[in-house]
Protein backbone atom coordinates (compact mmCIF):
# COMPACT_ATOMS: atom_id res chain seq x y z
CA UNK A 1 0.00 0.00 0.00
CA UNK A 2 1.33 3.79 -1.04
CA UNK A 3 1.82 5.77 2.00
CA UNK A 4 -0.05 8.63 0.43
CA UNK A 5 -3.13 7.61 -2.27
CA UNK A 6 -5.04 9.63 -4.20
CA UNK A 7 -7.39 9.84 -6.99
CA UNK A 8 -6.04 10.87 -10.16
CA UNK A 9 -9.13 11.63 -11.92
CA UNK A 10 -9.10 13.96 -14.08
CA UNK A 11 -12.24 15.36 -12.24
CA UNK A 12 -14.33 17.21 -14.86
CA UNK A 13 -16.84 19.76 -13.04
CA UNK A 14 -18.86 22.84 -14.41
CA UNK A 15 -18.08 26.31 -12.94
CA UNK A 16 -20.27 27.35 -9.17
CA UNK A 17 -20.31 23.35 -8.71
CA UNK A 18 -18.76 22.07 -5.38
CA UNK A 19 -16.40 19.04 -5.79
CA UNK A 20 -14.55 17.46 -2.89
CA UNK A 21 -11.69 14.86 -3.39
CA UNK A 22 -9.93 12.97 -0.36
CA UNK A 23 -6.54 11.47 0.00
CA UNK A 24 -5.63 8.60 2.52
CA UNK A 25 -2.61 7.60 4.45
CA UNK A 26 -1.06 4.48 5.50
CA UNK A 27 0.46 5.87 8.66
CA UNK A 28 -1.99 6.16 11.56
CA UNK A 29 1.34 8.08 13.51
CA UNK A 30 1.15 10.66 10.60
CA UNK A 31 0.20 14.57 12.70
CA UNK A 32 0.89 16.54 9.81
CA UNK A 33 -1.18 17.40 6.84
CA UNK A 34 -1.00 19.68 3.97
CA UNK A 35 -2.79 20.50 0.17
CA UNK A 36 -0.48 21.79 -2.24
CA UNK A 37 -1.69 22.95 -5.49
CA UNK A 38 0.03 22.63 -8.73
CA UNK A 39 -0.44 24.33 -12.06
CA UNK A 40 0.35 22.73 -15.61
CA UNK A 41 3.72 22.68 -15.67
CA UNK A 42 4.25 24.60 -12.61
CA UNK A 43 5.94 24.71 -9.05
CA UNK A 44 3.94 23.68 -6.14
CA UNK A 45 2.35 26.17 -3.84
CA UNK A 46 0.76 25.65 -0.32
CA UNK A 47 -2.82 25.57 -0.71
CA UNK A 48 -3.47 25.25 3.08
CA UNK A 49 -2.50 22.87 5.95
CA UNK A 50 -5.54 20.73 7.62
CA UNK A 51 -5.89 20.54 11.10
CA UNK A 52 -7.61 18.17 13.50
CA UNK A 53 -10.64 20.45 13.80
CA UNK A 54 -10.95 21.04 10.27
CA UNK A 55 -10.58 24.80 8.44
CA UNK A 56 -11.70 26.66 6.04
CA UNK A 57 -10.06 29.15 3.89
CA UNK A 58 -12.98 31.03 1.46
CA UNK A 59 -13.88 28.19 -0.89
CA UNK A 60 -11.54 25.41 0.53
CA UNK A 61 -12.43 23.53 3.47
CA UNK A 62 -10.28 20.96 4.77
CA UNK A 63 -10.77 17.84 6.48
CA UNK A 64 -9.54 14.88 8.63
CA UNK A 65 -10.32 11.80 9.76
CA UNK A 66 -7.89 10.35 11.19
CA UNK A 67 -10.37 7.11 11.87
CA UNK A 68 -10.35 6.33 8.88
CA UNK A 69 -7.04 7.66 7.73
CA UNK A 70 -8.12 10.28 4.78
CA UNK A 71 -7.94 13.83 4.41
CA UNK A 72 -10.33 15.73 2.77
CA UNK A 73 -10.84 19.14 0.38
CA UNK A 74 -13.78 20.55 -0.93
CA UNK A 75 -14.24 23.10 -3.10
CA UNK A 76 -17.19 25.59 -3.30
CA UNK A 77 -18.71 27.71 -5.70
CA UNK A 78 -15.72 26.65 -8.34
CA UNK A 79 -14.25 29.11 -10.68
CA UNK A 80 -12.05 28.12 -13.73
CA UNK A 81 -8.61 29.38 -12.20
CA UNK A 82 -9.17 26.54 -9.66
CA UNK A 83 -8.15 23.91 -12.82
CA UNK A 84 -4.97 22.83 -11.07
CA UNK A 85 -3.80 19.59 -9.75
CA UNK A 86 -4.07 19.05 -5.94
CA UNK A 87 -1.32 17.67 -3.98
CA UNK A 88 -1.97 15.58 -0.64
CA UNK A 89 0.92 16.06 1.65
CA UNK A 90 1.66 13.97 4.84
CA UNK A 91 4.80 14.65 7.03
CA UNK A 92 5.95 11.03 8.27
CA UNK A 93 6.30 10.97 11.74
CA UNK A 94 9.38 8.90 11.69
CA UNK A 95 11.74 11.26 10.04
CA UNK A 96 9.22 14.33 9.55
CA UNK A 97 9.80 14.21 5.60
CA UNK A 98 6.92 15.22 3.52
CA UNK A 99 5.74 12.08 1.69
CA UNK A 100 3.71 13.22 -1.26
CA UNK A 101 0.69 11.88 -2.93
CA UNK A 102 0.52 12.18 -7.18
CA UNK A 103 -2.00 14.64 -7.27
CA UNK A 104 -6.01 14.70 -8.29
CA UNK A 105 -6.52 16.41 -11.64
CA UNK A 106 -9.57 19.09 -11.48
CA UNK A 107 -11.09 20.39 -14.57
CA UNK A 108 -13.45 23.46 -14.05
CA UNK A 109 -15.33 23.73 -17.79
CA UNK A 110 -17.47 27.13 -18.48
CA UNK B 1 11.94 39.47 -3.45
CA UNK B 2 13.24 36.42 -5.79
CA UNK B 3 12.19 33.76 -3.60
CA UNK B 4 13.87 30.42 -5.04
CA UNK B 5 15.86 30.46 -8.30
CA UNK B 6 16.77 27.59 -10.39
CA UNK B 7 18.88 27.41 -13.23
CA UNK B 8 18.35 26.25 -15.38
CA UNK B 9 14.99 25.73 -16.75
CA UNK B 10 15.92 23.24 -19.76
CA UNK B 11 18.58 20.97 -20.20
CA UNK B 12 18.85 18.20 -22.41
CA UNK B 13 21.94 15.89 -21.77
CA UNK B 14 23.38 12.81 -23.00
CA UNK B 15 24.41 9.68 -21.09
CA UNK B 16 27.20 10.01 -19.31
CA UNK B 17 27.34 13.90 -18.83
CA UNK B 18 27.31 15.30 -15.97
CA UNK B 19 25.81 19.04 -14.46
CA UNK B 20 24.72 20.74 -11.55
CA UNK B 21 21.45 22.49 -10.94
CA UNK B 22 21.60 25.80 -9.55
CA UNK B 23 19.47 26.99 -6.38
CA UNK B 24 19.35 30.21 -4.30
CA UNK B 25 16.87 31.17 -2.30
CA UNK B 26 17.16 34.43 -0.47
CA UNK B 27 14.75 34.20 1.94
CA UNK B 28 17.14 33.34 5.09
CA UNK B 29 15.59 29.34 5.19
CA UNK B 30 17.72 27.05 7.02
CA UNK B 31 15.59 24.07 5.02
CA UNK B 32 16.33 23.11 1.64
CA UNK B 33 15.31 20.39 -0.37
CA UNK B 34 16.08 18.51 -3.57
CA UNK B 35 13.10 16.89 -4.90
CA UNK B 36 12.56 15.08 -8.50
CA UNK B 37 8.63 14.92 -9.98
CA UNK B 38 7.98 12.13 -12.39
CA UNK B 39 5.06 12.09 -14.95
CA UNK B 40 1.86 10.55 -12.58
CA UNK B 41 4.28 9.71 -10.02
CA UNK B 42 4.48 11.88 -6.50
CA UNK B 43 7.25 14.50 -5.51
CA UNK B 44 10.45 12.35 -4.48
CA UNK B 45 12.70 13.38 -2.25
CA UNK B 46 16.72 13.36 -3.16
CA UNK B 47 18.48 15.34 -0.85
CA UNK B 48 17.97 17.86 2.21
CA UNK B 49 19.69 20.13 3.94
CA UNK B 50 19.08 21.79 7.48
CA UNK B 51 20.98 24.17 7.52
CA UNK B 52 24.70 25.40 5.78
CA UNK B 53 27.61 22.75 6.03
CA UNK B 54 24.48 19.78 6.93
CA UNK B 55 23.40 17.36 4.07
CA UNK B 56 21.29 14.22 4.20
CA UNK B 57 19.93 11.66 1.79
CA UNK B 58 16.32 11.45 0.71
CA UNK B 59 14.53 8.93 -0.80
CA UNK B 60 15.95 8.53 -4.05
CA UNK B 61 19.77 10.06 -3.39
CA UNK B 62 21.48 7.55 -6.17
CA UNK B 63 23.22 9.28 -8.64
CA UNK B 64 23.03 12.11 -7.13
CA UNK B 65 25.21 14.51 -4.77
CA UNK B 66 24.82 18.17 -3.57
CA UNK B 67 26.48 20.58 -0.95
CA UNK B 68 25.39 23.46 1.32
CA UNK B 69 28.34 25.71 1.58
CA UNK B 70 26.35 28.56 2.63
CA UNK B 71 22.60 29.64 3.91
CA UNK B 72 21.24 30.76 0.01
CA UNK B 73 22.72 27.94 -2.19
CA UNK B 74 22.18 23.89 -2.46
CA UNK B 75 23.22 22.71 -5.79
CA UNK B 76 22.37 19.26 -7.37
CA UNK B 77 25.31 17.60 -9.54
CA UNK B 78 24.41 14.52 -11.47
CA UNK B 79 27.46 12.49 -12.04
CA UNK B 80 27.39 10.22 -15.22
CA UNK B 81 23.38 10.77 -16.42
CA UNK B 82 21.39 8.02 -17.31
CA UNK B 83 18.17 7.95 -19.13
CA UNK B 84 16.49 7.40 -15.66
CA UNK B 85 17.16 10.54 -14.70
CA UNK B 86 14.73 12.17 -17.04
CA UNK B 87 12.58 14.00 -15.06
CA UNK B 88 11.19 17.39 -13.42
CA UNK B 89 13.55 18.88 -10.40
CA UNK B 90 12.67 21.02 -8.19
CA UNK B 91 15.17 23.01 -5.47
CA UNK B 92 12.97 24.41 -2.23
CA UNK B 93 13.50 26.16 1.44
CA UNK B 94 11.23 25.95 4.14
CA UNK B 95 11.68 28.46 7.33
CA UNK B 96 11.49 24.78 9.45
CA UNK B 97 10.42 21.46 8.64
CA UNK B 98 7.90 23.05 6.57
CA UNK B 99 4.51 23.44 8.55
CA UNK B 100 4.53 26.95 6.61
CA UNK B 101 5.04 25.75 3.85
CA UNK B 102 7.68 24.98 1.19
CA UNK B 103 9.03 27.52 -1.17
CA UNK B 104 9.28 26.25 -4.75
CA UNK B 105 11.70 27.36 -7.45
CA UNK B 106 9.97 27.07 -10.94
CA UNK B 107 11.78 23.74 -11.69
CA UNK B 108 14.44 22.37 -14.09
CA UNK B 109 13.20 20.11 -17.54
CA UNK B 110 16.15 17.30 -17.52
CA UNK B 111 15.93 15.10 -20.57
CA UNK B 112 18.84 12.23 -20.90
CA UNK B 113 19.46 10.97 -24.37
Known amino acids: RKEVEQDPGPFNVPEGATVAFNCTYS??????FFWYRQDCRKEPKLLMSVYSSGNEDGRFTAQLNRASQYISLLIRDSKLSDSATYLCVVRRPSNYQLIWGAGTKLIIKP | NAGVTQTPKFRILKIGQSMTLQCTQDMNHNYMYWYRQDPGMGLKLIYYSVGAGITDKGEVPNGYNVSRSTTEDFPLRLELAAPSQTSVYFC????????????FGSGTRLTVV
Open chain 1, 27 to 32: NSASQS
Open chain 2, 92 to 103: ASSYDEGNYGYT
